[in-house]
């Protein structure tokens, strides 16, 4: 690994979103990086500023109106019906109004907030299918998923709620500021001015409460990957009586999101209160200074009444204020983890000049390759092996003798420390990642099968086979036969992760999948692991067909799966020991001959060469 990629591995590790470290933030600082996602929808987003204050100016029409109404009552200007029914008239098509323009603001606003989410959590998730395993194996899935469903899913609520209580607000103060200055200015700044003191509240609040949502976050998390850990193993769970002890671990986790909600809590709950004092503040002094300034004519009484009224349509904003600027600091916090998963930016990509390959791939090689994962040990020491087509080559060792490690490097999971892998004497690397793995059919150790029926786990690889193209693999890997018995054939589904299924009959599905892309190479990792030895022995007899025109790459524990290889590579610690077909290492008496010894029950030559490498 090159010391950039080193150091962009650790820049990740501290900011990839997914923990409550980091920077200061600010104020709605995240929440910012909205907006270019509205560009697309910026008619629609314009729709909605526009009714939603047509909405609020029809709001206050009606306080102008009954302020009005009561100085004509009061100077006599107005006695019959007549002139009382326009008012009414007046106030029955605010009312109108508003309802109408508020509904055009509401479905503008929700719609938006629901194509942004969609918009975002893609952004995201381009971003996260994008990076290498080595991300995926630092971190846990619930986490992952928090952040791409319950974050998201704030930000739908910040868009379609708070940023309407944001225009609200500010349409119903500048509006309500114009009217009221036009009335009196003095008792404007008798109503605004307690009320400017609300913003040093709304900055102590800020500054406090953003640590206590981005912990809680974090938490819910951390709740979400117990979780998930304990319903994918719940097998494990149970069969070990574990249930007290899961329990206990869900408890401390939930008790961990309930301890930063509590502590958020006791936060915003210091910050409500001083909105009301505040507010109270304002209209006893709005109350006390205008009946006097009535008294002394200074103001008319319909226009005490049009401040009345209206310091009572105010009180909603202010308290929403409060609730508002909570949001937002929620929402911050999900922002936050939200656009760092956009940020996200793989080490492993196609690099400058990187060419598709052409053609059909028809020899690897390893070229003195050396490998170790990061903060461990190396586990690949100078390795070196070629393949053409039409030729196999079997992987064999001890545990931790870097076999898969091996099939990692071919799919450019990883990339070598040094040395070179290529494909048709082209360095992987030089290449694209689409071109190259293209050519790559992969059947691995932990088999995954998604969530649906047979035949679209095997058509995973080429989702325009033909059904007989899709049962013509399943006969090769030995999957057709079973899949017959079950009561709707090909379209029996496999539940979460095969669950249905057996652990024979799921390697032999993603066996299928690998054989029907008829890849130029095919790379088996325990493939037939969990089959019985008959099933392996057609299986085998059937690969030994499919093999042709093609290269194939099988790790195996069990030696019967690759004795027939071309080539077989023994491994002792990173390092190929031995290497030759079946029959010659059979003959050296050392690693490979040990494990045969043992393997077919012939403990009387096992010389345990194999067994002492074992980690």
């Known amino acids: 690994m090159t010391a950039a990629m080193a150091e962009a591995q650790k820049a990740r590790e501290r900011h990839d979103g997914l923990d409550e470290s980091g920077d200061k933030q600010v104020l709605g600082k995240q929440l910012w990086r909205i907006i270019p996602f509205i560009k697309p929808y910026k008619k629609r987003f314009f729709l909605g500023v526009g009714a939603n204050a047509v909405a609020r100016a029809c709001d206050l029409l009606p306080f102008v109106a009954m302020g009005l109404l009561t100085d004509a009552v009061l100077r006599g200007e107005i006695s019959e019906i007549k002139d009382f029914a326009w008012y009414g008239a007046l106030i029955l098509a605010s009312f109108t109004g508003l309802a109408i323009s508020q509904g055009i603001s509401n479905y503008s606003w929700e719609t938006l907030a629901q194509y942004l989410q969609h918009d975002i959590r893609m952004k995201a998730f381009d971003s996260l299918i994008k990076m290498e395993m080595r991300y995926f194996e630092d971190r846990q899935t619930g986490d992952i998923m928090s952040v791409l469903s319950a974050d998201v899913n704030q930000l739908e609520n910040f868009l379609s709620d708070a940023s309407t209580s944001i225009i609200r607000i500010f349409v119903t103060f500048s509006a309500a500021f114009a009217i009221l200055m036009w009335m009196s200015w003095k008792l404007t700044i008798v109503l605004f001015v307690p009320i400017a003191f609300i913003m040093p509240l709304v900055y102590f609040f800020s500054t406090r409460i953003q640590r206590r949502y981005r912990e809680t976050r974090q938490s819910f998390g951390d709740i979400n990957s117990v979780l998930a850990n304990n319903i994918s193993g719940m097998g494990v769970v149970q069969a070990y009586n574990a ?83 909570n949001q937002i600091q929620k929402s911050e916090a999900s922002a936050r983890r939200v656009f760092a998963m956009i940020d996200l930016q793989p080490t492993i990509i196609d690099k400058d000049g990187a060419e598709d390959l052409v053609g059909k791939a028809e020899r690897i090689s390893f070229e003195d390759v050396h490998f170790g994962y990061p903060g461990g040990n190396k586990v690949l020491n100078g390795i070196s092996l070629s393949l053409e087509e039409n030729q196999s080559v079997g992987i064999v060792g001890p545990t931790g003798a870097g076999k898969s490690t091996i099939v990692k490097l071919l799919l450019r999971y990883y990339e070598p420390d040094s040395g070179k892998a290529t494909m048709n004497n082209t360095d992987l690397q030089d290449l694209t990642l689409a071109s190259m793995r293209q050519q790559i059919g992969y059947v691995s150790q932990d088999v995954y099968l998604f969530h649906g029926t047979v035949r679209e786990n095997i058509a995973y690889s080429n989702q325009s086979a033909s059904k007989e193209e899709i049962e013509e693999a399943a006969h090769l890997a030995g999957a057709h036969e079973f899949i017959e018995s079950f009561k709707i054939g090909y379209d029996t589904i496999v539940g ?120």
Not at 296 to 303: A, K, L
Request: proline share 2%.
């Open 243 to 325: 249930q007290p002890y899961e329990a206990q671990r869900v408890g401390v986790e939930s008790g961990s999101y309930m301890d930063a909600a509590i502590k958020a809590t006791v936060v915003r709950n210091r910050f409500l209160p001083g909105i009301y004092v505040i507010a109270g503040l304002a209209f006893g002094a709005l109350a006390t200074v205008g009946g006097w300034l009535v008294g002394n004519g200074d103001i008319s009484p319909g226009q005490y009444v049009t401040f009345l009224l209206m310091s009572t349509r105010m009180s909603m904003p202010l308290f929403i204020l409060g609730m508002l600027v």
């Open 496 to 615: 979460d992760r095969g669950v249905k299924l057996s652990g024979g009959q799921r390697q032999r599905i993603s066996l299928a999948r690998a054989i029907l892309r008829k890849p130029a190479l095919l790379i088996l990792d325990e493939a037939t692991s969990a089959v019985d030895t008959r099933t392996e022995e057609i299986i085998q007899r059937n690969l030994n067909q499919f093999k042709d025109g093609r290269m194939t790459v099988a790790v195996a524990h069990r030696l019967s799966t690759i004795r027939d290889a071309d080539v077989i590579l023994v491994l002792v610690e990173g390092v190929v020991v031995e290497r030759g077909t079946h029959s010659d290492l059979l003959s050296k008496d050392g690693v490979y001959a040990d494990l045969w010894a043992v393997q077919t029950g012939d403990l009387d030559n096992s010389t345990g060469q194999a067994t002492q490498h074992d980690s």
